[in-house]
């Protein structure tokens, strides 16, 4: 999967003459907790709700709200907003946008065309796709099992679900104890939680847990 495939777009994006009052106002008219900043058509900046609000005047302050108004609309979103911003493209890999926004502690990042910003991909993007992930709409006999780390692990698994009757509404694979092991979350239709658990007996080295959802 790849990001042109899930970003947000078309693109809600300001100006970086636009006062933080006005900014603030359209991201919550439009539901939104970031933008990009375009000027001339080039991304010049991302700014969020955060940037917006840590602009405002504190609530305690002891500032009338015509003054308060005042000093707002003073205040652009160039002066709050992050100039070096990290981008992707339409093809960079879902799964490396999202490490690139977990290694920078970042919620979202333009997706640029060329020279040109065409969308946006998020944090809430990410959750929808975690979601479709491990099927979490879906209904069906939720497991997670511990088995060894080695070839051939996940074929027997698959094919025993498969004899069983089963088939694989999600399917997980996360890094288990240790290096020997690999923690596998799955989603099965079509079988009891009982059925499943046996078709796994002789394959898992442990059964974490195992629900009907």
Same mark, same amino acid.
């Given at each position: 999967?790849?990001?042109?495939?899930?970003?947000?777009?078309?693109?809600?994006?300001?100006?970086?003459?636009?006062?933080?009052?006005?900014?603030?106002?359209? %991201?919550?008219?439009?539901?939104?907790?970031?933008?990009?900043?375009?000027?001339?058509?080039?991304?010049?900046?991302?700014?969020?709700?955060?940037?917006?609000?840590?602009?405002?005047?504190?609530?305690?302050?002891?500032?009338?709200?015509?003054?308060?108004?005042?000093?707002?609309?003073?205040?652009?979103?160039?002066?709050?907003?992050?100039? !070096?911003?990290?981008?992707?493209?339409?093809?960079?890999?879902?799964?490396?946008?999202?490490?690139?926004?977990?290694?920078?502690?970042?919620? #979202?990042?333009?997706?640029?065309?060329?020279?040109?910003?065409?969308?946006?991909?998020?944090e809430t993007d990410l959750f929808k796709i975690?979601?479709?992930?491990? #099927?979490?709409?879906?209904k069906g006999v939720r497991v997670t099992a511990?088995?060894?780390?080695?070839?051939?692990?996940?074929?027997?698994m698959t094919q025993a679900i498969a004899k069983?009757?089963?088939?694989?509404?999600? %399917?997980?694979?996360?890094? #288990?104890?240790? @290096?020997?092991?690999?923690?596998?979350?799955?989603?099965?239709?079509?079988?009891? @939680?009982?059925?499943? !658990?046996?078709?796994?007996?002789?394959?898992?080295?442990?059964?974490?847990?195992?629900?009907?959802?």
């Amino acid at each position: 999967m790849l990001v042109g495939e899930r970003m947000s777009h078309p693109i809600i994006s300001i100006a970086p003459d636009m006062p933080v009052h006005d900014a603030l106002n359209l %991201f919550k008219r439009e539901r939104i907790r970031r933008a990009p900043v375009i000027k001339d058509g080039k991304l010049v900046g991302i700014v969020s709700d955060k940037d917006l609000l840590n602009a405002s005047p504190s609530p305690a302050t002891s500032l009338s709200i015509w003054e308060m108004n005042y000093l707002m609309s003073k205040i652009t979103v160039s002066e709050v907003m992050t100039k !070096k911003v990290l981008t992707v493209k339409e093809d960079t890999p879902i799964e490396e946008a999202a490490r690139i926004m977990a290694d920078n502690k970042i919620g #979202g990042l333009p997706v640029m065309r060329d020279d040109h910003v065409v969308g946006i991909i998020t944090e809430t993007d990410l959750f929808k796709i975690f979601l479709e992930l491990m #099927g979490a709409r879906e209904k069906g006999v939720r497991v997670t099992a511990l088995i060894e780390e080695k070839p051939g692990q996940l074929a027997k698994m698959t094919q025993a679900i498969a004899k069983g009757g089963g088939n694989f509404v999600a %399917f997980g694979q996360f890094a #288990g104890e240790d @290096p020997s092991t690999r923690l596998v979350t799955m989603k099965v239709e079509g079988m009891k @939680p009982d059925a499943v !658990k046996q078709a796994l007996a002789d394959i898992a080295r442990e059964i974490w847990d195992i629900r009907e959802v």
